[in-house]
């Protein structure tokens, strides 16, 4: 079962804390040739590279890789009522919260005819991955989709793995979850190949590059993310998810067991991870897991994640220490179940997402609650964010300039370019009130 790491009574700093964190050793470079590889291959033989790779990776060989419109809109037609509104209902949740990320342009004027205008503009064409391997993913169409949309991208490409079960083409569930958001350019493609070919485009099959590449999936996916960027942008290089959760004695165990079970089925190298200051409780939540992990449905898989070396109960000497050894974790989903919830906020400051207090767990992030579930793994929340409307935005400054304005900063910008022998940059202000 689950191991126990205690730190109490040590006060280890953040060099020593990163140490402690247990983590799997998952090694995205490790995937990096086998990715490069698929990549290349696309860039080499285009169309049927992905075939073949879906015939290979996948189980089946597809009829075509882009999926025909008209089976968009049969999907959508398809879709359970129940299904069907409660994306509806997701999908206007999170278009409000991504709406409320737009930044506003603003122009500051530093002097009469001085001014520097800072706006934000819309990548023009992206391309979403969906994973499609231990579990469907209609929730990650909305997560990726309804926020590229709400910052403005013209232009949006979504990819999802071929389904066997589905004679090749894409889940219709995640075609019903595109149609409902006017998305009918989704491929039938997974894995390094997909996001390489988003890259770098496929003629033959008619997919024009992208300038952005967002979504989640496996080690493979991660590696080709940091082949091609440079060629494209990526939002980050996902890896398996995490739940850590900081509770008291006055928490419930049962919930909490049932939450770390939720992260663990996900995939055998998810981490669940319990702080705690309370032994007692610790105890508790060991014995729920105990009880409840094996009548879970995904059972073996929740097993084999909660006994790897990245899930653990970690015990400390108080809350302050907690939230140090989640800052120092980067957790890409950090529950907080204490008395004192709020006033712990002011302590945390890396995470991709908090959920706060009993009644706020990570499943509802994952589908209804606004927030957008795409989310840094690997501790990489201590530098980063998770997907969002500004995900898809660049911030540009307009520089804009009078005469007379120039000609007040003039003597300085040569003083400057003169202490860095670039006498050119001199010069080109210079002549702008030479007499010629």
């Known amino acids: 079962m689950i191991q126990t790491i205690d730190l109490r009574g040590l006060q280890p700093n953040r060099s020593e804390l990163l140490a402690l964190i ?3 050793q998952t090694d995205v470079s490790v995937a990096s040739v086998i990715a490069a590889e698929l990549i290349d291959d696309v860039r080499r033989r285009g169309g049927e590279a992905l075939l073949d790779q879906a015939q290979r990776l996948d189980g089946v060989r597809p009829v075509a890789v882009r999926v025909d419109p008209d089976d ?3 999907a959508l037609q398809s879709l359970s009522a129940d299904v069907r509104e409660s994306l509806e209902e997701a999908i206007v949740r999170v278009r409000a919260a991504s709406q409320a990320q737009l930044p ?3 122009v500051t004027v530093l002097d009469t005819g001085a001014e520097v205008i800072q706006r934000w503009v819309p990548v023009a064409r992206v391309g979403l991955y969906v994973p499609g391997g231990k579990a469907v993913y209609p929730s990650s169409v909305v997560m990726n989709v309804v926020p590229a949309q709400v910052a403005g991208v013209a232009s949006v490409a979504l990819a999802s793995p071929a389904q066997k ?6 889940h219709p569930t995640i075609l019903g979850a595109a149609g409902l958001l006017g998305i009918d350019e989704v491929y039938a493609m997974g894995g390094a190949g997909a996001v390489g070919a988003f890259a770098y485009g496929v003629p033959d099959i008619g997919l024009d590059p992208v300038q952005l590449i967002t979504g989640p999936g496996n080690v493979y996916v991660a590696a080709a993310k940091r082949l091609v960027r440079g060629q494209a942008g990526i939002d980050a290089e996902a890896g398996p998810t995490e739940i850590l959760v900081i509770a008291d004695e006055h928490a419930n165990p049962y ?3 049932m939450d770390l079970i939720s992260q663990a ?6 981490a669940a991870v319990l702080v705690t200051d309370s032994v007692r409780f610790a105890d508790q939540v060991r014995e729920q897991l105990q009880e409840l992990a094996p009548e879970a449905a995904h059972g073996v898989r929740v097993l084999e994640a909660l006994a790897g070396q990245q899930s653990a109960i970690v015990l400390v000497d108080n809350l302050e220490a907690a939230a140090a050894f989640s800052n120092a974790y980067g957790p890409e989903h950090l529950e907080i179940q204490t008395s004192n919830a709020e006033s712990l906020l002011d302590s945390i400051e890396s995470a991709g997402a908090i959920f706060l207090g009993e009644d706020s767990p990570v499943s509802l992030g994952d589908y209804l609650a606004g927030s957008n579930h795409v989310l840094p793994t690997g501790g990489q929340a201590r530098f980063s964010s998770g997907l969002g409307a500004y995900t898809f935005l660049r911030p540009q400054q307009v520089i804009r300039y009078s005469r007379s304005a120039l000609h007040k900063v003039h003597a300085k910008v040569v003083a400057l370019a003169t202490a860095e022998d670039l006498p050119a940059h001199a010069a080109a202000v210079t002549a702008r009130f030479d007499k010629r």
Request: proline residues 4%.
């Open 22 to 24: 247990p983590r799997s």
């Open 72 to 74: 968009i809109t049969a």
């Open 104 to 106: 506003t342009g603003t």
């Open 165 to 170: 079960e589905f004679g090749g083409s894409v």
């Open 255 to 257: 919930l909490v067991a």
């Open 265 to 270: 089925e996900h995939d055998e190298l998810a």
